[in-house]
Nanobody, 115 residues
Framework: QVQLVESGGGLVQPGGSLRLSCAAS????????MGWYRQAPGKQRELVAA???????NYADSVKDRFTISRDNAKNTVFLQMNSLKPEDTAVYYC?????????WGQGTQVTVSS
């Protein structure tokens, strides 16, 4: 079993920045890919960005050139640096980890972009 704990959400003005962190614990040897999803009210959960253990990354088109995902394998932590935030980025952001046929989710952290 893997436990994921997110931090770093909050309220920010349009154009601002936030950095999300997600720390993994438990059976961390099982993890191959880690990422971030988000879910806005009335919408489906969508992939924001993902990174493999080897450092390969994948981004949603809507966040390319604004968000950067990174991973510290030694600390079992994944980060999401979010710049140039827009009101449409407002959502609950969920940390996700996958490996060996299993998927784990964090509890989610709220990101609100508003003036």
């Amino acid at each position: 079993q893997v436990q994921l704990v997110e931090s770093g959400g909050g309220l920010v003005q349009p154009g601002g920045s936030l950095r999300l962190s997600c720390a993994a614990s438990g059976s961390i040897f099982s993890i191959y890919v880690m990422g971030w999803y988000r879910q806005a009210p009335g919408k489906q959960r969508e992939l924001v960005a993902a990174i493999t253990k080897g450092g390969d990354t994948n981004y949603a088109d809507s966040v390319k050139d604004r968000f950067t995902i990174s991973r510290d394998n030694a600390k079992n932590t994944v980060f999401l640096q979010m710049n140039s935030l827009k009101p449409e980025d407002t959502a609950v952001y969920y940390c996700n980890a996958g490996g060996r046929g299993a998927i784990w989710w964090g509890q989610g952290t709220q990101v609100t972009v508003s003036s």
